[in-house]
């Protein structure tokens, strides 16, 4: 998610940042990458919903960027760029469409950088670039909170497709009005729009309607689908957004790589939905897995990485020295190396109508999102690791009370020693060992769950409004093929590989580098690959190291 809350060094008066201005040095610098052009009172540079990406530095006109008119909303002013200022905020990183309107208030002079010079001013201009992005994350607060109604969702967070939106919506942190379908609002919108409960979830901007929507047409039409790089092949695709890969994009992007990260969800990955990591270095008060990802996906934009999803890969082939990701729309993106960091699938456990209450009483997160749906309900919590610890501590906070159920007869076999003290001294979390949920009961969400003691018959009915299932993950690997995985599905890499590597090695003349698989220029990093600590700080590490082969093996081929 790309959050301006995540960045609270901008003060709280965003508009001050939003604001700024550069001085005549610098904005003689800015203006070099531009082309300038006369522009008159009353011309509109762009609205809502266009594609346009240009930066526009103001010379000597003034300019008025504004919510347009909507049929229950008169058009509002949010903010005047006057000389020496720029036109522009996150759209202009993420590829995203224009969320607002910009109109020539008086006349006089601009400067338009188109998106290629954008990018090059971004990335040999620090001082200039630390400029911008602090006004593009501010002026992302201000339209997060007076622009929302361009961006307008009908829909039910209690249904699969619902939630599928709304987390999507938050990890990318877009500008929205979200408006529950099931209640007296909601439905007098969807009357306003001529639409009824069988068109949800609708998607509402100034120029458009979907209806039965889902993430991936909410992302075609806000321009955050893949769309090919400058160059035609990309130096680095990342195939998975998680911390892992987000490392992997970061450095390459920063050390000048044309870098194309992939998510088949939304970018943070699983670490996104942690509600409290505290044992990352240099965070000794902890901090959510949202607000460390969403940092991240910054800092990759701000290096030029090209972020696209949901974006799912159903394949990947080589072709002589490059390498072919396809999309599951058919898309390819031909690729001078690939590194997988595709994490794992959260596991399900064995039951009837499991897939019925996914969305809707059963989650695999525990974030503000989730627990928002569950406050003052009883929850269980299923899991003996780390995640399903944290997860239940977090809950507590809000629901009405938290069983934590694990299989095993102690809970402290596969936790941290703090995080059982912390459970164990909580009354609102009642832990229950050697047992296993063994049935599901709802209509359309989730009810009550049947609770069983194993090695015996002894079993009850709980009320459950949220099962949160954290019981592992299988490696996201079914796409590959040619590529060595272990009995697991695990990728093995370097030297996991052993010493018969095949001909395809004595024609390269090396060994594999670090995080390289029995493909030479495919890598993997993080939760995918045999061997990997399960952990942010681990997946974080490796997928900054294995950028250092990326370059060693593109290096061999050029």
């Not at 960045?7 to 070099?32: I, K, V, W």
């Not at 911008?132 to 039910?156: H, M, N, W």
């Not at 911390?243 to 996104?272: C, H, I, K, N, R």
């Amino acid at each position: 998610m790309v959050s301006p809350f995540l960045f609270p060094e901008l003060g709280a008066r965003a508009d001050e940042s939003a604001t700024y201005h550069f001085d005549d040095e610098q904005f003689a610098r800015a203006t070099a990458y531009g082309q300038a052009i006369e522009v008159a009172a009353g011309d509109v540079l762009f609205e809502a919903g266009d594609v346009d990406a240009d930066l526009i530095l103001v010379d000597t006109a003034t300019v008025d960027i504004f919510r347009a008119a909507a049929p229950d909303l008169p058009e509002e002013l949010l903010l005047r760029a006057g000389p020496h200022q720029f036109v522009g905020e996150m759209t202009l990183l993420t590829g995203q469409t224009r969320i607002l309107s910009a109109r020539v208030a008086e006349s006089g002079v601009i400067h338009r950088v188109p998106p290629a010079e954008f990018r090059r001013l971004m990335a040999q201009e620090a001082e200039i670039s630390d400029v911008l992005l602090r006004g593009f994350l501010a002026r992302r607060k201000l339209i997060t909170v007076g622009a929302a109604d361009s961006l307008e969702i009908i829909a039910d967070t209690a249904t699969r497709d619902g939630l599928a939106i709304e987390t999507f919506l938050k990890r990318q942190a877009l500008p929205h009005r979200w408006i529950e379908s099931d209640t007296g609002e909601g439905r007098r919108a969807l009357a306003a729009a001529g639409l009824t409960s069988s068109d949800v979830p609708v998607v509402i901007t100034p120029k458009t309607t979907l209806t039965n929507t889902n993430t991936g047409a909410l992302s075609q039409l806000l321009g955050l689908t893949y769309r090919r790089t400058p160059k035609g092949v990309a130096d680095h695709t990342v195939i998975g957004a998680g911390p892992a890969g987000l490392a992997a994009a970061v450095y390459g992007a920063s050390e000048g790589l044309e870098t194309v990260l992939l998510d088949a969800v939304a970018t943070g990955g699983q670490a996104a939905a942690s509600s409290r990591i505290e044992n990352y270095l240099g965070f000794p008060f902890g901090l959510s897995g949202e607000t460390l990802t969403g940092r991240a996906v910054v800092q990759a934009l701000k290096f030029g990485a090209h972020l696209a999803s949901p974006c799912g890969v159903v394949a990947l082939r080589q072709e002589g020295n490059e390498h072919v990701v396809t999309l599951l729309d058919g898309t390819e993106i031909p690729s001078r190396s690939v590194i997988l960091a595709t994490g794992a699938a959260y596991r399900n456990l064995p039951l009837d109508r499991w897939q019925d209450f996914v969305g809707a009483g059963i989650y695999y997160a525990a974030t503000e999102l989730e627990a928002r749906g569950v406050a003052g309900q009883p929850v269980t919590v299923v899991g003996g690791a780390n995640s399903a610890g944290q997860a239940a501590i977090y809950l507590a906070r809000q629901a009405g009370h938290v069983r934590l159920v694990v299989r095993g007869p102690e809970l402290s076999a596969g936790m941290s020693s703090y995080l059982v003290e912390r459970i164990h001294a909580d009354p609102r979390i009642t832990v229950q060992t050697s047992t296993e949920v063994t049935a599901l009961h709802g209509e359309r969400r989730l009810k009550y769950v049947t609770l069983t003691e194993r090695g015996s018959e002894a079993a009850e009915a709980c009320a459950c409004f949220g099962l949160f299932c954290f019981i592992g993950a299988t490696p996201a690997t079914d796409f590959l093929t040619g590529v060595t995985l272990d009995s697991d599905g695990f990728v093995l890499t370097d030297v996991q590989l052993g010493t018969d590597l095949g001909p395809v090695w004595d024609k390269a003349g090396r060994r594999p580098l670090p995080f390289e698989t029995n493909v030479p220029g495919v890598f993997a990093v993080g939760d995918v690959r045999q061997g990997s600590m399960k952990r942010v700080a681990a997946a974080v590490g490796e997928g900054a190291s294995a950028v250092r082969s990326v370059h060693q093996a593109l290096a061999a081929v050029s």
